[in-house]
């Protein structure tokens, strides 16, 4: 039986770069460095992210990008400090797709090593309600 998300791990080229991006942006807390050892594949470092586990370890990065992607949850009020946030590290912001009005909203951008991160205000339920809901009608 499955009991939730362990970890997830990033492969990056430059540790100190995503250690940036996920606490300036991520408010990430860095709970362990390996330094020089490698216990595992390679050097690593661990970030607790409102309580998961995000492992980094350096090695080559993705060869291309793609959709795939992680989504943090934010709240809606903290979106424009978090697009700052995103600019102020370089990242490269994508527009996001459009969107039904209460389906919230999303930032969708690129770290320096192909992983593309969202940031999104809303929830599964709040989707799921939205997609029930019959399309609004126009009057004449």
Do not use: C
């Not at 690593?44 to 992680?70: C, K, Q």
């Not at 459009?98 to 969708?108: K, L, N």
């Amino acid at each position: 039986m499955i009991e939730g998300l362990s970890h997830m791990t990033f492969i990056v080229r430059d540790l100190d770069k995503m250690e940036k991006v996920l606490t300036q942006v991520l408010d990430a807390k860095k709970i362990y460095d390996s330094g020089d050892e490698t216990f595992s594949l390679s050097k690593e470092r661990f970030f607790d992210v409102g309580g998961l586990w995000i492992a980094t370890m350096e090695s080559a990065p993705l060869g291309s990008r793609t959709y795939n992607h992680v989504a943090f949850k934010i709240p809606p009020g903290k979106y424009g400090d978090r697009l700052n946030r995103i600019r102020a590290l370089g990242q490269d912001v994508r527009e996001g797709r459009s969107r039904v009005e209460g389906e919230g909203h999303s930032i969708y951008f690129y770290d320096h090593d192909n992983h593309m991160f969202e940031l999104h205000s809303g929830t599964l339920d709040e989707r799921l309600e939205r997609y029930r809901s019959p399309p609004a009608s126009s009057s004449s």
